[in-house]
């Protein structure tokens, strides 16, 4: 592991297509990523990684099928009940970044539970974008600056990070999207501002830690200068 990253932002693109190729349900792509997920996840917190963000749903995921999104909420429900039942047993920080007041009163009450369960633990952080879109994230923080009365004055980039639902994350270091696609899709427009990107043209499902390792050589290679010259 890079000892400079402390941040991998991934966009896990590429379940449908996965599933479309096995001949297999658009549900049944989006469960094998989401074990996929918890599989990487667990390896990376014994690497001793210290922070990973995954786009699970997007606040434009709403525009799909309701079959899907119906589908993808009941897999939404077994993913966090999987970690509020391994909670005792791993030391994986779960956070969850996204509008999450569109969803269910139920799902909004695992989420509440697994971050109180494992808010002390002292392993990788974990964090699950559900309903996230980066210009959303942007307009709700300005909305709160706004409510709390914050000056035009006093906004510099420092507070506005504050009113971000990544507050007090380091931004990524590196963005890793499967499936081929190359843009950002709307996801932490803000965060990834001097981010390295890798793209990978495996679909998500098939994502493994190897792969990963190969992203991060990758990473490795490249000169951070974050607008800067030498």
């Known amino acids: 592991m ?31 990523g989401i074990q996929a997920v918890r ?6 917190n014994v690497a001793g990684f210290k922070m990973l963000t995954v786009w699970v749903f997007s606040t434009e995921n709403w525009k799909r099928s309701q079959e899907e999104v119906t589908d993808f909420m009941g897999l939404l429900r077994q993913f966090f009940k999987q970690y509020i039942d391994d909670s005792k047993n791993n030391n994986i920080r779960i956070g969850v970044i996204g509008d999450v007041s569109r969803l269910d009163k139920d799902l ?16 990788m952080q974990v964090n699950i974008a559900v309903n996230y879109g980066g210009r959303d994230d942007i307009v709700r923080a300005t909305k709160k600056m706004m409510a709390d009365g914050v000056r035009p004055a006093e906004v510099d980039e420092k507070l506005f990070s504050s009113y971000l ?4 994350m380091p931004d990524p ?11 950002l899709s709307n996801f932490m427009l803000w965060q990834l501002a001097y981010t390295e990107f890798y793209y990978c043209n495996k679909f998500w499902p098939d994502f493994e ?13 490249r000169d951070r200068r974050f607008g800067g010259r030498v």
């Open 108 to 123: 909004k009450e695992s989420i509440t539970k697994v971050i109180e369960l494992t808010k002390n633990h002292t392993g």
């Open 173 to 183: 270091d590196l963005l890793i999207r499967t499936g081929g696609d190359l843009r």
């Open 165 to 168: 639902d990544t507050a007090g």
């Open 2 to 32: 890079d000892k400079q990253m402390n941040h991998i932002a991934v966009i896990m693109d590429g379940n449908g297509r996965w599933a479309k190729e096995r001949l297999l349900s658009t549900k049944a792509g989006h469960a094998a």
């Open 209 to 221: 830690f190897e792969d990963l390792e190969e992203a991060i050589a990758s990473f490795g290679k």
């Open 39 to 44: 599989k990487l996840a667990g390896k990376m």
